[in-house]
């Protein structure tokens, strides 16, 4: 019998970026075949290409917000349907190679996200340091534990998670050097087709463009939404890149595009408001969402059994008089 061939994912590498290591936190995807390629732009267009099965990417940051390379792809340039999202802890670290000490440090390297995300400790410990832009944490890791490479000397660290470290020999100056504890990045799973079925604690994401740029036009698109109770987890604007001016608008909404709610929605939006980008129906990530799942799905056992209870007495009434 001829095996299955493994899935395979695409992410941006080099190993070791943060990326990877929400991806491998999927025991699905652990299982896949891995692909790493060098770009977020690489990514999406080799799914789109059906060169890789999903596309695994950063989407939206807790301090820095949306990742913009890869939302205005999915929005403007692609068809691709996310499938899933993970949620990860963001721990950056400041690291170098052996012998190098933090006075010695004149120039930082990293994703310009991740630098972004450490203006303060840059600022207090580093202040006279040139940040050099690298494709990704674990890009910048690798250049300066590279031996030859322009970055591989006594005057370059690397901002990059502690996976890096181990990876590319270097050895951690600062632990924890982000500016905000609590951040985390929203990671997406996308592919060409396909819609997840419904989990009872799912999130849709579309787009809408205007029909027309007139006084209350955003508010007729929100009110279909406040209409229906369904609650809104994001909300955002992005300039279409046709005319000054001209924006369309991203929402992030909970529950599925099977909920008959959600698509009454999305038809009257369509029909009556905006033209509709649909990017999919996909469970929501978070430490509740197993355990709101398994809620949900014992309050559906239980009204279908009340249901059936009821059904079950159809043409057994009493005898009329």
Same mark, same amino acid.
């Given at each position: 019998?001829?095996?299955?061939?493994?899935?395979?994912?695409?992410?941006?590498?080099?190993?070791?970026?943060?990326?990877?290591?929400?991806?491998?936190?999927?025991?699905?995807?652990?299982?896949?075949?891995?692909?790493?390629?060098?770009? @977020?732009?690489?990514?999406?267009?080799?799914?789109?290409?059906?060169?890789?099965?999903?596309?695994?990417?950063?989407?939206?940051?807790?301090?820095?917000?949306?990742?913009?390379?890869?939302?205005?792809? @999915?929005?403007?340039?692609?068809?691709?349907? +996310?499938?899933?999202?993970?949620?990860?802890?963001?721990?950056?670290?400041?690291?170098?190679?052996?012998?190098?000490?933090?006075?010695?440090?004149?120039?930082?390297?990293?994703?310009?996200?991740?630098?972004?995300?450490?203006?303060?400790?840059?600022?207090?410990?580093?202040?006279?340091?040139?940040?050099?832009?690298?494709?990704?944490?674990?890009?910048?890791?690798?250049?300066?534990?590279?031996?030859?490479?322009?970055?591989?000397?006594?005057?370059?660290?690397?901002?990059?998670?502690?996976?890096?470290?181990?990876?590319?020999?270097?050895?951690?100056?600062?632990?924890?050097?982000?500016?905000?504890?609590?951040?985390?990045?929203?990671?997406?799973?996308?592919?060409?087709?396909?819609?997840?079925?419904?989990?009872?604690?799912?999130?849709?994401?579309?787009?809408?463009?205007?029909?027309?740029?007139?006084?209350?036009?955003?508010?007729? +698109?929100?009110?279909?939404?406040?209409?229906?109770?369904?609650?809104?987890?994001?909300?955002?604007?992005?300039?279409?890149?046709?005319?000054?001016?001209?924006?369309?608008?991203?929402?992030?909404?909970?529950?599925?595009?099977?909920?008959?709610?959600?698509?009454?929605?999305?038809?009257?939006?369509?029909?009556?408001?905006?033209?509709?980008?649909?990017?999919?129906?996909?469970?929501?990530?978070?430490?509740?969402?197993?355990?709101?799942?398994?809620?949900?799905?014992?309050? $559906?056992?239980?009204?279908?059994? $009340?249901?059936?209870?009821?059904?079950?007495?159809?043409?057994?009434?009493?005898?009329?008089?």
């Amino acid at each position: 019998m001829v095996g299955t061939a493994p899935l395979r994912i695409g992410f941006l590498g080099p190993t070791g970026t943060f990326t990877e290591e929400a991806l491998l936190t999927q025991a699905d995807y652990a299982r896949a075949e891995l692909v790493e390629l060098a770009s @977020l732009a690489e990514v999406l267009d080799a799914t789109g290409r059906g060169d890789i099965d999903l596309g695994f990417l950063p989407i939206e940051n807790a301090i820095e917000g949306t990742v913009r390379d890869t939302l205005d792809s @999915l929005v403007f340039e692609s068809d691709l349907l +996310i499938q899933r999202e993970v949620e990860l802890d963001i721990h950056l670290h400041l690291m170098a190679r052996p012998g190098c000490s933090l006075d010695d440090v004149r120039e930082v390297a990293s994703m310009p996200v991740a630098t972004a995300q450490c203006r303060k400790f840059l600022a207090a410990t580093l202040p006279k340091a040139t940040l050099v832009a690298t494709t990704s944490t674990a890009e910048a890791a690798r250049r300066v534990g590279t031996e030859g490479d322009a970055l591989a000397s006594g005057a370059t660290a690397a901002i990059a998670p502690r996976l890096a470290a181990d990876l590319y020999g270097l050895h951690i100056l600062a632990e924890d050097v982000e500016d905000h504890p609590g951040n985390k990045t929203r990671f997406v799973a996308v592919a060409t087709r396909g819609v997840p079925t419904p989990t009872g604690h799912d999130r849709t994401t579309i787009v809408c463009f205007q029909h027309a740029d007139r006084p209350g036009s955003l508010h007729g +698109i929100v009110g279909q939404f406040a209409a229906r109770n369904i609650n809104l987890t994001k909300v955002e604007s992005r300039p279409t890149k046709r005319a000054l001016g001209d924006y369309c608008f991203v929402f992030d909404l909970d529950g599925h595009v099977a909920d008959e709610v959600v698509a009454d929605c999305l038809r009257a939006l369509h029909a009556e408001q905006a033209d509709v980008k649909f990017l999919g129906s996909y469970p929501a990530a978070g430490e509740a969402g197993p355990a709101r799942r398994r809620e949900v799905g014992a309050a $559906w056992r239980e009204a279908e059994a $009340w249901m059936d209870g009821i059904r079950s007495q159809i043409g057994h009434g009493g005898s009329s008089r």
